[in-house]
């Protein structure tokens, strides 16, 4: 079900409860699911309801998540609230949590410079000195 935003065109679309989709969905509007997606969800602002579940990856603008997610989630502004359950990695520019909500997944900052983790900052060469125990000192 699309709404008209009284130019002409969807401003979203909305899956309702007890739909269940099979396939990837590539939307150019915002979508508001509040049943079942077996498949890849692609759109520009994504809510989904508290007794939704999607099983497939994520990549949207926004997303305002409530229900079941099994799949990576891309999202720029991104809010997890107290009652979804997420499985899957995570991806975003900002993102909220609200105490409850449930990620088992592993979370990534999208940044323009991201850090490099693989460079050392310690310098192997420099050593330090030995220590040496002397007779009144006893070890823990």
Known sequence: MAR?????????????DGITITGNIDSKVD???????????????????????????????????????????????????????IGGDVSYENVTIEQGGHVDGKFKHKSAKSPNLAKSTVKVT??????????GDKAA
Not at 9 to 14: A, E, Q, R, T
């Open 31 to 85: 979508l508001h699911i509040d049943g079942e997606v077996i498949g890849d969800i692609r759109c520009l602002s994504l809510v989904q309801g508290p007794s939704s579940k999607i099983q497939g990856a994520i990549i949207a603008q926004n997303a305002s998540l409530s229900g079941a997610v099994e799949g990576s989630i891309d999202a720029g502004d991104l809010v997890i609230s107290s009652s979804a359950r």
């Open 4 to 16: 008209n935003n009284g130019t002409g065109g969807s401003s979203f679309s909305i899956i309702g």
């Open 126 to 135: 420099d050593k330090a000195l030995p220590l040496e125990l002397t007779e």
